[in-house]
């Protein structure tokens, strides 16, 4: 983590597999995710995208069953290695998930929770935390509507802009990579096609890993497209091309909805 | 299948009959209240009693040949230190047994922890207060070198004991009910389990914690047999936590069975009672309303 640019790829995993308890979730993953790109990840209920997903910045391990084995590189980093903190993890790959849930506090201390997490008390003035809010609420298009509401809680706001937030309290840290598990499964068609456009904005500056259900919200959104069947990756390649001319005779199956 | 009318009726009386179960509730509660009242409540009125007296003075002599006098101020006094110090001592120890068990253990010592817990509130409280007599008045005067150990510290830290049972599962209860994704959202961000615990948990269960605070509150209010034995059961207000001192609830405990049936005394003593059942109840009512409060808001 410490030299980012030198790293072509995001996030590198080798026969990476995970076993809850005796069950094995992830058989042998191996995987490149590139710098920079949205990437998503698809495949059918249960075949263990939001395990693989929440392996990279390693919340998997509060479940205390959880076995894994393999390697997972992030920017290079071997993240199972001694010297490299969870904590300081957690703040390069943030995390969207499934269900909006932003924190039982006011909308300014969710933005600023991350800061006031990883610096000294000291460390932050008041201008600061103003312009990390600003900046952040703004990025995601939320500022106009609730630059005027800002100490009210978080928990009043519609679904969709909750998502917003969840997303708006990640970037205050400059993470390099955000994983988001089905971030719009919650909320509505109009709500989907703003958090979609909200990922358009932020490509390039953050390496952007998607788990969805939605296919064609993979083929929108994404640049590349792995697609897992139980806890196997089966095929993955730039996401136009893995739509229009699979490889694997079961991608076709799944593409065109044998299962699923 | 046809069903016979017996059938029916049984239905019927069953059903009546857990009605009857439920309603008795709350009729007892109102029942016990109206009778400890009115066996008290012929002094209130007779001209031999002030509640200026009651609540102002100290001088508790009820069996005075030349002049009774019934003032509760240092029983009062003598319940409120004890709690008071009691939830001192019980409130950090009971809650963060709570944050340990809910947020920081293993499933399998959560179990053994929690069945140790309550077998804590299954002593009965006669066994507490030998445990106050013996054991420790005997460290109170090793470690304090006080002249006798049956005082204020003795019976806060039996009290303490006996509440932080009611704490800690209760406690547990309020932190398990906050949603698993406050504790992955701050996780994923960073957070420290410490961090989680005081900069989320804490403040998400705040309502939920109060209220177990609350209910330990009226367990030590209430609480007769253990104080009893290890407060030294003089009256006098406290001056220091090695003083000894009498409770509401002991005196009722030791004096009622003198006291001759219908007699002022008997019926101060009741009044006594009226007033440790409205404290307990207003403190009961208090963490009731804040635990449906937080419900309400979702
Ligand atoms: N905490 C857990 N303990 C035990 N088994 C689990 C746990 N979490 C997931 N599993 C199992 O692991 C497998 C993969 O689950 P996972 O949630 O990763 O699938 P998914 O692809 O995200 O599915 P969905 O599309 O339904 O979200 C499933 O069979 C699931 O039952
Ligand atoms: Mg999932």
Redesign the pocket.
């Known amino acids: 983590m410490n030299n980012p640019a030198a790293a072509d790829y995001a996030i590198q995993t080798r026969d990476l597999s995970l076993w809850?308890g005796n069950?094995q979730?992830l058989n042998n993953v191996t995987l490149d995710i590139k710098h920079g790109a949205i990437t998503s990840l698809i495949?059918p209920?249960?075949?263990?995208?939001?395990?693989l997903l929440r392996c990279f910045n390693r919340i998997n391990e509060r479940?205390g069953s959880v076995r894994t084995s393999g390697e997972i590189r992030i920017l290079g980093r071997n993240i199972y290695d001694e010297d490299v903190s969870l904590i300081e993890l957690r703040r390069f790959v943030g995390m969207v998930f499934q269900r909006p849930n932003p924190l039982p506090l006011s909308i300014y201390e969710n933005i600023v929770f991350g800061l006031r997490l990883h610096s000294e008390r000291r460390a932050l003035t008041r201008a600061d935390l103003d312009a990390a809010v600003e900046g952040a609420l703004t990025e995601v298009g939320l500022w106009a509507s609730v630059r005027d509401r800002l100490d009210r809680s978080a928990l009043d706001l519609q679904l969709d802009e909750q998502q917003k937030l969840c997303i708006a309290r990640l970037l205050p840290l400059k993470p390099e990579v955000i994983l988001m598990d089905e971030p719009c499964s919650a909320l509505d068609a109009e709500a989907t096609r703003a958090i979609e456009e909200l990922l358009f904005g932020l490509r390039g500056r953050y390496s952007i890993v998607i788990?969805t259900?939605n296919m064609a919200q993979a083929r929108r959104a994404s640049d590349e497209c792995f697609l897992m069947l139980m806890g196997e990756l089966i095929e993955h390649g730039a996401t136009e091309s893995l739509f229009t001319s699979p490889k694997d005779a079961r991608t076709l199956n799944y593409l065109e909805g044998r299962f699923g | 299948m046809a069903r016979g009318r017996g059938e029916l009726a049984l239905e019927r009386g069953i059903e009546l009959l857990i009605r009857l179960c439920g309603v008795s509730a709350i009729l007892f509660v109102f029942g016990i209240f109206f009778f400890v009242f009115r066996e008290g409540a012929g002094l209130l009125w007779s001209g031999r009693f002030s509640i200026l007296e009651f609540f102002g003075s100290i001088e508790w002599y009820p069996t005075s040949q030349s002049r009774v006098r019934y003032g509760a101020l240092a029983l009062i006094t003598g319940t409120f230190s004890v709690t008071v110090l009691a939830m001192l001592l019980a409130v950090p120890f009971g809650i963060g047994t709570a944050i340990y068990l809910s947020e920081f253990c293993g499933a399998r010592r959560k179990e053994t922890l929690k069945i140790v817990v309550e077998l804590l509130a299954a002593i009965p409280s006669v066994v507490w207060g030998f445990i106050g007599l013996t054991i420790m008045n005997s460290l109170i005067i090793r470690l304090f070198g006080a002249p006798i150990g049956l005082n204020v510290l003795n019976g806060a830290m039996l009290l303490a004991l006996m509440s932080v049972p009611i704490i800690v599962s209760i406690g547990e209860d309020a932190l398990k009910a906050v949603p698993d994704g406050y504790r992955e959202a701050a996780l994923a961000l960073g957070a420290t389990r410490w961090q989680l615990v005081y900069r989320v948990l804490l403040p998400a269960a705040r309502n939920g914690l109060l209220a177990a605070v609350l209910l330990g509150v009226g367990r030590a209010v209430g609480e007769t047999m253990a104080v009893l034995m290890a407060t030294g059961h003089s009256i006098r207000m406290p001056t220091s936590l090695l003083d000894p001192v009498r409770t509401l609830t002991a005196t009722i405990a030791a004096e009622l069975g003198e006291a001759p049936v219908g007699s002022d005394h008997y019926q101060v003593l009741f009044l006594v009672g009226v007033l440790l059942f409205t404290i307990t109840f207003i403190v009961n009512m208090c963490a009731v309303r804040i635990v449906r409060g937080k419900r309400g808001r979702g």
């Open positions: 809850y069950f979730a495949g209920s249960g075949c263990g995208k939001t395990t479940y788990v259900h």
